[in-house]
C-alpha cells in the first residue's frame, strides 16, 4: 500500500516531465522593438540604429549644400563588423539605403550590381533580341558623389556573472570630389547580462 | 441555491482574471502634432500607466530641416527614481494616412529622477505632415 502511494506521484512527475520533453516549442508573433532576451546585437538594435542613423543624415545642414541643393548620388560600402559575432552588414546597410531612398532626398547607385548591369546591356548590344535603338548604352550611369561607410565595434567585459556589452555603430558620408567628410554619426548601445546562480 | 450562484460569480470572477491577466495594457501617453496647423494635444490613455511611469509632457516644438519636419518633445520624470522607457514619433501624411510605420521603431528611453530629456523626430517623408509620439512603459514591450 504504502509503496503505490510514493509510486503513484513518482509515475505521474516523470509523465509531466516527459510529455515536457516531447512538446513542440510554444512559437507565438512578438512585436518588432521588443524588450532584450540577451546582450548580443538583437534585430531591434539594429531597426533602431538605422533609423536613428538615417534621421541624423536627412536632417544633416551639409549635405545638400554640397551639391547646390540637388538630391546628391550616393553610394553605400557595407559597414565592417569589427565585433565577435556574426552580424549580416550588408542587410544593415540595405534596411539604411532603404530609409534614405524613401525619403525622397537621395538619389543611390549600387557597385555591388554593375557586373549585372554590363550582363544587362552586353546581351542587349549582342544577343539581337533588343531593338538597337532602345539598348541601353554604357557610359551614361550617374557617378555617385558620395559614399557611406562606417563600422561596428564592440567592448565586452565580464565580472562573475555579470556581462556588460558595449555596441558602437558609426558612420560617415565622404565627399568623392573634395575627400571631405560631410557627415558623421554614432549610435551607442549597451547592454548587460547577469546569469543565473543556478 | 446560495451557493451556486456565488459558485457562478467565483467562476466567472476566475475566468475575468484569467482574461485580463493575458492582455497588457500599452496605452501610454501620446502627444499628437499637426505641423502645418500648429495644433497639438496631448492624451494620457491609460492613468495607470501615467501614474506607474511618472512621465509628463513638458514641451514641445517643431521645425523644418531640409524640406522634412521635425518635432522636439520633452518629457520630464516627475518621480525621483529612475524610470525605463520606450517611445516612437510615427508620421502620417495630408490623409491621416501613416508613412513608411515599419521605418519608426520604438527607442528606448532612460530618464533619471526628476530630469528632463527631449527627443527629436524627423519625418521619413516630404509627404508627413503630422507626427505623433507614443511612449509606453520598457517593462511592456516584450
Not at chain 1, 567585459?157 to 554619426?185: C, H, P
Request: glycine residues 6%; charged residues 25%.
Amino acid at each position: 500500500m504504502k509503496k503505490s502511494i510514493i509510486a503513484f506521484p513518482a509515475l505521474a512527475l516523470t509523465a509531466v516531465f516527459l510529455t515536457g520533453c516531447a512538446s513542440m516549442p510554444t512559437v507565438s508573433e512578438t512585436p518588432l522593438d521588443r524588450n532584450p532576451i540577451t546582450s548580443k546585437m538583437e534585430a531591434q538594435d539594429v531597426r533602431r540604429t538605422v533609423e536613428k542613423m538615417a534621421e541624423s543624415l536627412i536632417s544633416a545642414p551639409g549635405v545638400k549644400e554640397m551639391t547646390g541643393g540637388k538630391r546628391p548620388v550616393l553610394d553605400i560600402e557595407p559597414l565592417q563588423n569589427r565585433t565577435m559575432q556574426h552580424i549580416d552588414m550588408v542587410s544593415v546597410t540595405d534596411s539604411l539605403r532603404m530609409q534614405l531612398l524613401r525619403s525622397g532626398l537621395f538619389r543611390f547607385v549600387d557597385k555591388s550590381t554593375a557586373g549585372t548591369d554590363i550582363e544587362f546591356m552586353d546581351a542587349q548590344a549582342n544577343l539581337g533580341l533588343t531593338d538597337s535603338k532602345k539598348a541601353v548604352r554604357a557610359g551614361q550611369q550617374s557617378a555617385a558623389q558620395m559614399y557611406l561607410t562606417g563600422a561596428l565595434t564592440e567592448i565586452k567585459n565580464t565580472v562573475g556573472r555579470t556581462t556588460d556589452q558595449y555596441y558602437k555603430f558609426s558612420m560617415i558620408l565622404k565627399d568623392l570630389r573634395t575627400g571631405e567628410l560631410v557627415w558623421a554619426d554614432e549610435q551607442e548601445i549597451r547592454k548587460q547580462s547577469v546569469k543565473s546562480r543556478f | 441555491m446560495k451557493i451556486g450562484i456565488q459558485g457562478l460569480f467565483s467562476a466567472a470572477l476566475a475566468l475575468s482574471l484569467v482574461a485580463l491577466t493575458g492582455c497588457v495594457d500599452t496605452a501610454g501617453t501620446t502627444v499628437n502634432v499637426d505641423h502645418v496647423d500648429g495644433v497639438s494635444e496631448v492624451l494620457e490613455d491609460s492613468v495607470r500607466l501615467r501614474r506607474q511611469m511618472g512621465v509628463e509632457v513638458n514641451s514641445l516644438n517643431y521645425d523644418t530641416v531640409n524640406g522634412m519636419k521635425r518635432v522636439h518633445i520633452t518629457l520630464a520624470n516627475k518621480k525621483h527614481k529612475r524610470i525605463k522607457l520606450h517611445y516612437r514619433i510615427s508620421w502620417f501624411n495630408e490623409n491621416g494616412m501613416e508613412v513608411d510605420p515599419d521605418t519608426k521603431p520604438y527607442r528606448s528611453l532612460i530618464i533619471e529622477g526628476k530630469d528632463k530629456v527631449t527627443v527629436t523626430g524627423v519625418a521619413n517623408s516630404l509627404q508627413a505632415v503630422r507626427s505623433k509620439l507614443r511612449v509606453r512603459a520598457a517593462k511592456e514591450a516584450m
